[in-house]
């Protein structure tokens, strides 16, 4: 089946470096997707990543391993607005978005 | 960047009465549309995808004579929840996206109560 796996829930501290990790398992592969939402708001588009590597963009950095079935975002500089859920999306043959349950990022002064 | 404008925010209306929720991509012409449901603390769910111009393709167990989708034109989808009942009660949110190997870009969601 189809799958994706990211950590329920993550502490960091305002001004540090905070890596979400997520594995996948899908039926093809065709990218992977990663979205910030807060509370009570709609998913916003932070990065894709079809090739393996680092994606950099500003204080956001994403990474995929295609052979390893594995992504992480990598925030750094963490603001207090960073507090949100991320949620990791691989985009499967179809071209469909299987969602993971997203992480929860709290951050502490 | 991409924007998708969902309206209305937010519905609150009696058991029974029917809701439209409408969907547009402002400055992209959106090949696809996603409709979601998303429980508050739980990921999103997707309800339905679709194409302009052919029917939505639903996912199990969402009924489709339930949620009426329409994608009319390439910049419009609406989803409309008939005869709605408290258990419809939800946050429904789309988006949309320009092409197969392009970002999905969310619209800010109905809130939608029935009493």
């Known amino acids: 089946g189809q799958n994706i796996d990211q950590p329920t829930e993550m502490t960091a501290t305002e001004g540090a470096i905070v890596q979400i990790n997520c594995t996948y398992q899908t039926s093809g592969f065709n990218g992977l997707f990663w979205y910030q939402q807060h509370a009570g708001e709609a998913p916003t588009f932070l990065s894709y990543?079809?090739l393996d590597g680092l994606e950099e963009k500003g204080r956001f950095s994403s990474f995929l391993s295609r052979s390893k079935g594995y992504s992480y975002l990598l925030l750094k500089e963490l603001q207090m607005k960073d507090s949100a859920s991320y949620l990791c999306a691989a985009m499967d043959s179809n071209y469909q978005l299987i969602w993971g349950a997203g992480t929860k990022l709290i951050i502490k002064p | 960047g991409a924007v998708v404008s969902q309206h209305p925010s937010r519905v609150i209306c009696k058991s029974g009465t029917s809701v439209k929720i409408e969907c547009r991509s402002l400055?992209?012409?959106?090949?696809?549309m996603f409709w979601y449901r998303q429980f508050p603390k739980k990921s999103l769910m997707l309800m339905a995808t679709s194409n302009e111009g052919s029917k939505a393709t639903y996912e199990q167990g969402v009924e489709k004579d339930k949620f009426l989708i329409n994608h009319a034109s390439l910049t419009l989808s609406t989803l409309t929840v008939t005869s709605a009942h408290p258990e419809d009660s939800s946050f429904y949110i789309c988006s949309a996206r320009a092409g197969e190997y392009q970002p999905q870009h969310f619209g800010d969601g109905t809130r939608l109560s029935i009493l």
């Open positions: 400055d992209f012409q959106a090949t696809t």
């Open positions: 990543n079809v």
